[in-house]
């Protein structure tokens, strides 16, 4: 329906840089909009699977979740997105280096006449490989992490901080007590 819109908007306005704008704040608007809806939607997912609930009934849940422990979730989004990018350049470049070192071993062997290409296939391969490896544990650390508020928000038994922890998450937020 956007494009609809788009392609009618350029066609009808040509080069006014009004019209450009416009379009480029609703495209940008767009954008923010279906990054918001993928995210939401994500946790609401993981809100059925732990609360068995309809998908509706889970979004307003996961929307709460998140708005009640925004700075939690965005200390895991931030360390989970650095771990993937460390770890899709580590398996990504341990593929690509075993790849070298096996060819430059014996080039003959493989009748390579430069282990460079292979080694760089190789790594665009791990590089594909790692990245959804890595997708998963961030799907899985958001899991885990939901599981965890939810099991803290209903006063299970073994959810409570450590002091020790509370005491270093005080310290790192510059607070004196723990979310």
């Given at each position: 329906?956007f ?5 009618n908007?350029?066609r009808w306005?040509?080069?006014n ?9 609703t495209?940008?608007?767009l954008?923010?909009?279906?990054k918001?809806v ?20 889970s979004a307003?849940?996961?929307f709460g979740l998140i708005?009640?422990?925004?700075r939690r ?10 771990y ?9 470049g341990?593929?690509?280096?075993y790849?070298?070192?096996?060819l ?8 390579v ?7 760089v ?6 590089t594909?490989?790692?990245y ?9 650390s ?9 099991a ?7 959810t ?5 922890l509370a005491d270093?998450?005080?310290?790192l937020?510059?607070h004196?007590s723990?979310?």
């Amino acid at each position: 329906m956007f494009e609809y819109y788009r392609k009618n908007i350029e066609r009808w306005a040509g080069n006014n840089a009004v019209a450009k704008a416009i379009l480029c704040a609703t495209r940008y608007c767009l954008v923010c909009l279906e990054k918001c809806v993928k995210f939401l939607t994500k946790n609401a997912y993981i809100q059925v699977a732990l609360g068995n609930t309809n998908f509706c009934s889970s979004a307003i849940n996961a929307f709460g979740l998140i708005i009640s422990n925004a700075r939690r979730f965005g200390a895991v989004g931030t360390i989970g997105s650095v771990y993937m990018i460390f770890g899709v350049f580590f398996i990504a470049g341990a593929n690509g280096f075993y790849c070298f070192m096996v060819l430059a071993q014996s080039p003959e062997a493989y009748a390579v006449s430069s282990p460079i290409p292979p080694t760089v296939v190789c790594g665009f391969i791990g590089t594909m490989v790692a990245y959804m490896f890595m997708s998963i544990f961030s799907f899985s650390s958001d899991a885990i992490l939901q599981a965890f508020l939810l099991a803290e928000s209903l006063k299970l038994p073994g959810t409570q901080i450590p002091d020790e922890l509370a005491d270093f998450a005080a310290k790192l937020e510059g607070h004196s007590s723990c979310c």
